[in-house]
Nanobody
């Protein structure tokens, strides 16, 4: 089993910064890809950023140049540094583990943390 617990969300003014953290526990594989997704009201969940076990990163266009994803593999932690936040970044942010086992994909999710960007 995998447990993911996000923290660090909150209310921030436009232009501000937040750092999200995700603590992973349970059966964590070093080969797991970890990522952040978000879901705004009335919209589908979308990828924000992901990072492989080798450190390769992928960002959605909306966050390029503003967001930085990182992970501490030894401590099973995932982070998302968000700068220059905009109102359209308001959403629930979810931590994700994506795992491939025998060519089959598995996804694990946290409960999410609310990020609200508003003046």
């Amino acid at each position: 089993q995998v447990q993911l617990v996000e923290s660090g969300g909150g209310l921030v003014q436009p232009g501000g910064s937040l750092r999200l953290s995700c603590a992973a526990s349970g059966s964590i594989f070093s080969s797991d890809t970890m990522g952040w997704y978000r879901q705004a009201p009335g919209k589908q969940r979308e990828l924000v950023a992901s990072i492989t076990n080798g450190g390769s990163t992928n960002y959605a266009d909306s966050g390029k140049g503003r967001f930085t994803i990182s992970r501490d593999t030894a401590k099973h932690m995932l982070f998302l540094q968000m700068n220059s936040l905009k109102p359209e970044d308001t959403a629930v942010y979810y931590c994700n583990i994506h795992r491939i086992v025998f060519s089959r994909g598995y996804d694990y999710w946290g409960q999410g943390t609310q990020v609200t960007v508003s003046s």
